[in-house]
């Protein structure tokens, strides 16, 4: 497939930088960690190519919902190969986890009540999120700022105490895991210590005899300026590997956008230029709900490939093609005018982006794959009507 001929827009995963990726975080934790595993966070981005690349490259699926977990079976991942994190587990899928060996972190009060439906004389694993006052240890660098966090059982008040109890009393279930998953703004190195600091005192306080420490996502990769994987292993290490090594406990790590951000860009074309008594819009074929469709972002990585001879103009406002008067996507300053028919390309947009689209106005875009040996595949056709209407 010719790239120049591809129809914008759509996004363009780069098969060397996805590998690159993992092989970078597989490397980071064999050099500090006897055991330990990663689980690729679907909802980060679960276009299915990439869940089944994941699970070919020894990735095991972190799924956070009973349809991310029927996701993950229906794409042929073992059960055994599946961490099922978060509130929106099911009761039917919540059993078939833990009865087929799945690793599974307790989240809310009506999965300890689940519990009781599990065979008495048989035994069964189960982990439990922690939560934590992050944001006491790590001022202004935790996502939810002053109000706390909302995962897990507190460690702080008597909840964990509470949770840890009625767990303790179900003769068949043994606590084999703690998961302390932290979303920051800032993915700094402060918040891995932090992490491990807590594990390391949950671990001895509660005299917990673990199979594995979860340290969750959240970290940045595959940027050069900012720390890697190694700089964040290392974090974890130096509080808990002497101990997680001699004790052959497994350390578990969730990666999203770490892994996936950087290998996906999208590529849109100018197919209009209007100028106003105000400002010069440049409309685009895609729009801001296909890289930012939590309307956060303040810069982009992009470059453009333009053909236009025009003169410079100071600012063009670069906009998506939907009728929302937001959907400005940034201002394109001293540069010449652009023309219909001039690409715009956006780099690192592979996480919380295609997933999270909405299916508005247009339909899903078109995915292809930039293989290591640089022949392009198709990995999602566009959507249309179609697939738009295959539920009915
Ligand atoms: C439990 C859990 N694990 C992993 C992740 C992935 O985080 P990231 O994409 O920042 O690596 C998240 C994201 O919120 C999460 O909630």
Same mark, same amino acid.
């Given at each position: 497939?010719?790239?120049?001929?591809?129809?914008?827009?759509? /996004?363009?995963?780069?098969? +060397?930088?996805?590998?690159?990726?993992?092989?970078?975080?597989?490397?980071?934790? @064999?050099?500090?960690?006897?055991?330990?595993?990663?689980?690729? @966070?679907?909802?980060?981005?679960?276009?299915?190519?990439?869940?089944?690349?994941?699970?070919?490259?020894?990735? /095991?699926?972190?799924?956070?919902?009973?349809?991310?977990?029927?996701?993950?079976?229906?794409?042929?991942?073992?059960?055994?190969?599946?961490?099922?994190?978060?509130?929106?587990?099911?009761? +039917?899928?919540?059993?078939?986890?833990?009865?087929?060996?799945?690793?599974?972190?307790?989240?809310?009060?009506?999965?300890?009540?689940?519990?009781? #439906?599990?065979?008495?004389?048989?035994?069964?694993?189960?982990?439990?999120?922690?939560?934590?006052?992050?944001?006491?240890?790590?001022?202004?660098?935790?996502?939810?700022?002053?109000?706390?966090?909302?995962?897990?059982?507190?460690?702080?008040?008597?909840?964990?105490?509470?949770?840890?109890?009625?767990?303790? #009393? &179900?003769?068949?279930?043994?606590?084999?895991? %703690?998961?302390?998953?932290?979303?920051?703004?800032?993915? @700094?190195?402060?918040?891995? +210590?932090?992490?491990?600091?807590?594990?390391? *005192?949950?671990?001895?306080?509660?005299?917990?005899?673990?199979? !594995?420490?979860?340290?969750?996502?959240?970290? /940045?990769?595959?940027?050069?300026?900012?720390?890697? !994987?190694?700089?964040?292993?290392? &974090?974890?290490?130096?509080?808990?590997?002497?101990?997680?090594?001699?004790?052959?406990?497994?350390?578990?790590?969730?990666?999203?956008?770490?892994? %996936?951000?950087?290998?996906?860009?999208?590529?849109?074309?100018?197919?209009?230029?209007?100028?106003?008594?105000?400002?010069? /819009?440049?409309?685009?074929?895609?729009?801001?709900?296909?890289?930012?469709?939590?309307?956060?972002?303040?810069?982009?990585?992009?470059?453009?490939?333009?053909?236009?001879?025009?003169?410079?103009?100071?600012?063009?406002?670069?906009?998506?093609?939907?009728?929302?008067?937001?959907?400005?996507?940034?201002?394109?300053?001293?540069?010449?005018?652009?023309?219909?028919?001039?690409?715009?390309?956006?780099?690192?947009?592979?996480? !919380?982006?295609?997933?999270?689209?909405?299916?508005?106005?247009?339909?899903?875009?078109?995915?292809?794959?930039?293989?290591?040996?640089?022949?392009?595949?198709?990995?999602?056709?566009?959507?249309?009507?179609?697939?738009?209407?295959? *539920?009915?």
């Amino acid at each position: 497939m010719d790239r120049r001929i591809l129809e914008t827009p759509y /996004f363009m995963i780069d098969e +060397k930088e996805l590998d690159h990726n993992i092989r970078d975080m597989q490397k980071a934790l @064999s050099q500090k960690f006897d055991n330990w595993k990663i689980g690729y @966070s679907f909802k980060t981005n679960s276009l299915p190519y990439l869940c089944e690349y994941m699970r070919d490259h020894n990735c /095991f699926a972190e799924v956070v919902s009973y349809d991310e977990y029927n996701l993950a079976v229906t794409l042929g991942y073992l059960r055994k190969n599946i961490i099922y994190n978060g509130p929106m587990k099911d009761q +039917k899928t919540f059993l078939d986890a833990i009865e087929s060996g799945a690793i599974v972190n307790i989240e809310t009060t009506r999965e300890i009540r689940w519990l009781d #439906c599990l065979n008495k004389n048989k035994k069964y694993k189960i982990g439990i999120r922690i939560n934590f006052d992050i944001e006491k240890m790590c001022p202004l660098e935790s996502a939810c700022g002053d109000e706390g966090g909302r995962f897990g059982f507190c460690l702080h008040n008597k909840e964990l105490d509470r949770a840890i109890d009625l767990l303790n #009393c &179900q003769k068949n279930i043994k606590i084999t895991g %703690i998961h302390l998953h932290t979303s920051s703004k800032t993915r @700094s190195l402060n918040i891995y +210590k932090a992490i491990a600091k807590t594990a390391r *005192s949950v671990i001895e306080r509660y005299n917990l005899d673990l199979e !594995y420490v979860d340290i969750g996502g959240g970290f /940045f990769g595959g940027l050069t300026d900012k720390p890697s !994987y190694r700089d964040y292993i290392e &974090q974890v290490e130096c509080v808990l590997g002497d101990f997680m090594n001699s004790h052959g406990i497994t350390l578990i790590v969730e990666p999203g956008a770490s892994i %996936i951000a950087s290998p996906v860009s999208f590529v849109t074309s100018v197919i209009d230029v209007k100028k106003t008594n105000r400002n010069i /819009f440049i409309t685009t074929d895609g729009s801001r709900n296909d890289i930012d469709p939590l309307m956060t972002k303040t810069k982009y990585f992009y470059d453009i490939e333009s053909n236009s001879h025009n003169e410079v103009v100071d600012n063009q406002i670069i906009s998506g093609f939907t009728c929302m008067e937001h959907d400005r996507i940034f201002h394109l300053k001293n540069y010449k005018l652009l023309q219909e028919g001039d690409l715009i390309k956006y780099y690192k947009v592979g996480s !919380y982006t295609m997933c999270l689209s909405p299916l508005f106005i247009k339909y899903f875009p078109a995915v292809y794959l930039k293989k290591i040996n640089c022949d392009i595949e198709c990995v999602r056709k566009k959507w249309n009507v179609t697939e738009y209407l295959g *539920s009915k």
